[in-house]
Nanobody
Framework: QVQLVESGGGLVQAGGSLRLSCAAS????????MGWYRQAPGKQRELVAA???????NYGDFVKGRFTISRGNTNNTVNLQMNSLKAEDTAVYYC??????????????WGQGTQVTVSS
């Protein structure tokens, strides 16, 4: 069993910053890609940013240099630094991890989500 625990969401004014963190724990052999997705009310879940174990990074088109994703020292954590936040960034942000379990099988896990609200 693998758990993803997210932290760092909250309420911020437009133009402000937030830092999201996600830590994976459990029966983990290794983690390939970790990333952040978001879902606003009435909209589909979309990619915010993802980073592979090798350091390859993808950002959603809307990020436009405002967000930075990074892996932690243990490689079982992922952080998302969000700057210049806009009202349209308001959503529930979910952490996702592609995990290779100690069994050798690969699984996809999601965190429970953390609310980010940007007031205009």
């Amino acid at each position: 069993q693998v758990q993803l625990v997210e932290s760092g969401g909250g309420l911020v004014q437009a133009g402000g910053s937030l830092r999201l963190s996600c830590a994976a724990s459990g029966s983990i052999l290794s983690i390939n890609t970790m990333g952040w997705y978001r879902q606003a009310p009435g909209k589909q879940r979309e990619l915010v940013a993802a980073i592979s174990s090798g350091g390859s990074i993808n950002y959603g088109d809307f990020v436009k240099g405002r967000f930075t994703i990074s892996r932690g020292n243990t490689n079982n954590t992922v952080n998302l630094q969000m700057n210049s936040l806009k009202a349209e960034d308001t959503a529930v942000y979910y952490c996702k991890a592609m995990v290779v379990a100690v069994s050798g099988y690969g699984y996809q896990y999601w965190g429970q989500g953390t609310q980010v609200t940007v007031s205009s």
